[in-house]
């Protein structure tokens, strides 16, 4: 069983065998546990743009993230940069008039 978040792939691995009869071919199968890259939390950038909810979102996200929960982490992180896009634009926005 593989633990949650990881990825199983299944490698043909061919050789012959000196140990089977008739030195027949055999092939093995070897699983090959991948971890997925983990999700983003942006908490960086929260704290750059002064946006209180993109931070609160970013703190969420981490804390989902270190729990194992990565679906929950990654739909906080994902909140977290949209509302710190929002905050970007609008500092912008408000600095160039």
Same mark, same amino acid.
């Given at each position: 069983?593989?633990?949650?978040?990881h990825?199983? @792939?299944?490698?043909?691995? @061919?050789?012959?065998y000196?140990?089977?009869?008739?030195?027949? %071919?055999?092939? =093995?199968?070897?699983?090959?546990?991948? %971890?997925? @890259?983990?999700?983003?939390?942006?908490?960086? &950038?929260?704290? #750059? #743009?002064?946006?209180?909810?993109?931070?609160?979102?970013?703190?969420?996200?981490?804390?989902?993230?270190v729990?194992?929960?990565?679906?929950?982490?990654?739909?906080?992180?994902?909140?977290?940069? #949209?509302?710190?896009i &929002?905050?970007?634009?609008?500092?912008?926005? %408000?600095?160039? =008039?």
């Open positions: 069983m593989n633990p949650p978040g990825l199983a @792939e299944n490698v043909p691995l @061919e050789g012959r000196d140990g089977l009869p008739g030195g027949s %071919t055999a092939i =093995q199968y070897t699983t090959m546990n991948m %971890t997925p @890259e983990p999700p983003k939390d942006h908490i960086i &950038w929260s704290l #750059c #743009c002064f946006g209180l909810a993109a931070l609160i979102f970013s703190i969420k996200a981490r804390d989902r993230k729990a194992g929960d990565l679906e929950g982490a990654r739909h906080y992180g994902s909140t977290a940069r #949209c509302l710190n &929002w905050a970007t634009s609008l500092s912008l926005f %408000t600095l160039s =008039q």
